[in-house]
């Protein structure tokens, strides 16, 4: 587990550029995200990045109402899920989140605590407030990210 300091928003965007350019070296059908933390530390902010920074030009939508948003660019394809609002752990079950659909799909999880059947990640994210900046800590699961962990050494 590797701990970092985000000064600002635009760390936070440098580190969803790196986290976008890992995604597409990774030779990986299914790569799954999970983004922990409070209100406001930037969970929505870096999924944003993240998703922009891959090639989508439209808007990225937060689904905290929605709960899934989708983001379709051909042979890749975002799930964005925010389970901040869901009092029922088991809605994720309706996004059947692990059928094939394209060659390689992104899931990227807000709140993965509230999941009733634990999920396997190979990033999790974990956000604080620092003073005026975010401290994050990253868990690379699967080893697919050490790279990108290594640019914080």
């Known amino acids: 587990m590797k701990n970092i300091i985000l000064e600002n928003d635009e760390a936070t965007n440098n580190l969803g550029v790196l986290i976008s350019k890992k995604l597409t070296e990774i030779d990986k059908s299914s790569i799954e995200i999970h983004l922990e933390g409070d209100l406001g530390t930037g969970k929505t902010f870096l999924t944003r990045s993240i998703i922009s920074n891959s090639g989508w030009s439209g808007m990225v939508?937060?689904?905290?109402?929605?709960?899934?948003?989708?983001?379709?660019?051909g042979?890749?394809?975002?799930?964005?899920?925010?389970l901040y609002r869901t009092d029922e752990p088991e809605?994720?079950?309706i996004f059947d989140l692990d059928r094939k659909t394209h060659s390689k799909k992104i899931i990227?999880?807000?709140w993965?605590?509230?999941?009733?059947?634990?999920?396997?990640?190979?990033l999790k994210i974990s956000f604080e407030h620092f003073e005026d900046k975010r401290k994050i800590s990253i868990?690379?699961?699967s080893e697919?990210?050490?790279?990108?962990i290594k640019c914080y050494e």
């Open 139 to 141: 868990n690379d699961a």
């Open 75 to 82: 042979d890749l394809m975002f799930l964005h899920i925010d």
């Open 61 to 73: 939508k937060s689904p905290t109402y929605t709960l899934c948003e989708e983001y379709d660019l």
């Open 112 to 122: 993965p605590q509230k999941l009733i059947s634990k999920r396997d990640f190979d």
């Open 108 to 110: 990227i999880i807000e």
């Open 144 to 148: 697919l990210f050490s790279d990108l």
């Open 91 to 93: 809605d994720i079950y």
